[in-house]
């Protein structure tokens, strides 16, 4: 289901990783960020779908910049994991301008989920199966899935890598309150 492109060595403010990049069969991008040697069980390990607005101009609206930050300094602090960076995952799926819409529809005080669907979308377009492949590609036998999305975890149900989950634990402030309480109570993340 996926097909490896290439692999580099990608220093950051948070350490030395190699970037690995695939392509699923669908056409979905993805990237793998390492530190140290994954090969093996209990891989600390972080699937993130872009979030632009987020990760690079630190949104206050989400909390998936703050989720990235917090993984990166864990996986370098065990000096082992991976990153699995999404960038055609944009807005749960919908892509960067519409997820633009979607903001301004909540500014009109729908939720996030409401504002999908308003611009007719389901609430969550993002799917994990090939996440799978990558991590055997890696040559991860089992790990820690730093998430609070059960979807993330399902999309292990039916593969041989043993997953436990690790919550991310990200405080809320006056602003992403409402989407943190959409998240929990219309998509069940376990907050």
Known sequence: MIEKIDSALLPTKFGDFVVHAYKSGEGDEILALTKGDVAGDDVLVRVHSACLTGDVFHS?????????????????????????????????????LNKIKAYHLQDEGLDTVEANEALGFKADLRHYEYIVDVLKDLGVKSLRLLTNNPDKLAGFNNSDISVKRVPIIIPEDRISESYLKTKRDKMGHIL
Do not use: A, F, M, V
Not at 78 to 84: A, C, D, H, Q, V
């Open 60 to 96: 206050r609206r989400c909390d998936c910049g703050n989720q990235l930050e917090l993984s990166i300094d864990e996986i370098d602090r065990e000096k082992r994991g991976i990153i699995i960076y999404i960038p055609t995952d944009e807005g749960r799926g919908i892509g960067i």
